[in-house]
């Protein structure tokens, strides 16, 4: 659970403690909380702009917590029954359901009972509702994830290399996920490559959390991100391109080795771990892009055009 959650779940409990312990001391509300009697004035400093719509007197919790003791002053109705209108039955209604359909939450027993105590206080006011739910794929995947971290339990992936244009089935050992620009990722130690990698969690196609342990080799380190997720290795291929004007970007966006000013725009040194997105990125760029070398690598653009250019020419 994270620092919010933790706080969101403590301010929702704080007013019926109080209303059950009046008077009582902030040193022992702060014990019984499991935290210092100074983060616990700071949620009473919270609470006191909280309430119900309006934020006027009458409307917002008040508390007595000036001196060593806290009363609570006006609950703001924290105690009546909730009564749902319809609009607020239906919308609770749809995320229930949508947690219950997550891959990853545990307990899905507590989300149906609570479903069925929601729908039948609801009165019938949601039945025959239809509501088109479409849960980011980032968003399904994450609580798996996370689970099977925080349990230490490998990991089954399906996932899709985009570079290779290719789909995998592969066995991880999740060590951690991260987000950089915007994007999630898993850290993981892969059985089949042998080697630490890092998967961009929108690309896992299904994940399933295995009852074995996860059983990463004890030395492995994870990826310093200062200098961004994708880090070139003195193993990766070394690739030379000649690019234009238009692609020197290229040259910014990447690590690379060298960056030599040429007649026609920029010639750039730079390793690759999966060739396949040079080639991709050469054929697409319409002549701006050139493989100087390898040999190989630069040969292979040429077939691949050449086969494009004689099936469009056959048409």
């Known amino acids: 659970m994270s620092a919010g959650d933790a706080r969101l779940s403590r301010l929702l409990a704080l007013v019926p403690y109080f209303e059950a312990h009046p008077g009582v001391e902030a040193s022992h509300a702060a014990e019984d909380f499991g935290i210092t009697e100074k983060q616990l004035r700071k949620d009473l400093d919270l609470l006191w702009v909280c309430g119900l719509p309006g934020g006027g007197p009458g409307d917002l919790i008040d508390l007595s917590f000036e001196g060593p003791t806290i009363s609570v002053v006006f609950n703001a109705g924290i105690d009546r029954p909730l009564k749902l209108t319809a609009a607020e039955a239906l919308a609770l209604v749809v995320a229930l359901r ?68 290719e789909t995998t089935e592969r066995t991880v050992d999740p060590l ?41 080799p004890a030395d492995i380190e994870l990826r310093d991100l200062n200098e961004g997720v994708y ?6 291929l070394l690739a030379v391109l000649r690019v234009t004007g238009s692609y020197a970007w290229v040259a910014d966006y990447y690590p690379t080795e060298s960056v030599v000013e040429a007649d026609d725009g920029l010639e750039v040194s730079l390793r690759v771990a999966e060739p396949a997105w ?33 099936a469009y020419q056959a048409k």
């Open 98 to 165: 949508t947690l219950s359909e997550t891959p990853g939450i545990a307990d899905t027993d507590a989300i149906q009972r609570a479903l069925a105590k929601v729908e039948a206080a609801a009165g019938g006011q949601v039945d025959g509702a239809t509501v088109e739910v479409a849960l980011d794929p980032t968003a399904k995947l994450l609580p798996a994830l996370n689970r099977a971290i925080d349990e230490s339990r490998a990991l089954a992936l399906r996932y899709y290399t985009a570079t290779r244009d």
């Open 176 to 216: 951690r996920v991260f987000e950089v620009d915007g994007r999630s990722y898993l850290e993981a130690w892969c059985r089949s490559a042998e080697g630490m990698r890092i998967f961009r969690v929108d690309r896992i196609e299904n994940v399933d959390v295995l009852d074995e342990p996860a059983a990463p």
């Open 278 to 310: 040079v080639r991709a990125m050469a054929l697409g760029s319409q002549g701006e892009v050139r493989v100087l070398s390898p040999q190989w690598l630069a040969e292979s653009v040429r077939a691949e055009a050449e086969a494009a250019l004689s």
């Open 231 to 236: 880090q070139p290795a003195s193993e990766h």
